[in-house]
């Protein structure tokens, strides 16, 4: 049974900094990432990355989030930097099992106080 444990998120004021951090069991993962829900918009990506580290932004969040994962424990991390207000959201990871199935985690509240 796959399952995606997300820890991590909460209130900052504009500027802060948080740490996304999901904890993948149950397969094999190829592609694990961030998304993000906005209230009364459509969820977006936020980052991706692949199992051989290669990575992919949303315009909105280069140089200011950075996702990495470790393999060996199938987890992966966003570090969040400079936050706005725009940053917020429900949070999912997201992982896709080499055949393609996407699972995704409960969702975490990123609040960022302007």
């Known amino acids: 049974q796959v399952q995606l444990v997300e820890s991590g998120g909460g209130l900052v004021q504009a500027g802060g900094s948080l740490r996304l951090s999901c904890a993948?069991?149950?397969?094999?993962?190829?592609?694990?990432?961030?998304?993000?829900?906005a209230q009364g918009k459509q969820r977006e990506l936020v980052a991706v990355i692949t199992r051989g580290s290669t990575t992919t932004y949303?315009?909105?969040?280069?140089?200011?989030?950075t996702i990495s994962r470790v393999n060996a424990k199938n987890t992966v991390s966003?570090?969040?930097n400079s936050l706005k207000p725009e940053?917020?959201?429900?949070?999912?990871?997201?992982?896709?099992?080499?055949?393609?199935?996407?699972?995704?985690?409960?969702?975490?509240?990123?609040?960022?106080?302007?």
């Open 24 to 37: 993948a069991s149950g397969s094999i993962f190829g592609v694990m990432g961030w998304y993000r829900q």
């Open 58 to 65: 949303a315009e909105s969040v280069k140089g200011r989030f």
């Open 78 to 80: 966003l570090q969040m």
């Open 87 to 114: 940053d917020t959201g429900v949070y999912y990871c997201c992982a896709r099992t080499s055949w393609g199935t996407d699972y995704w985690g409960q969702g975490t509240q990123v609040t960022v106080s302007s």
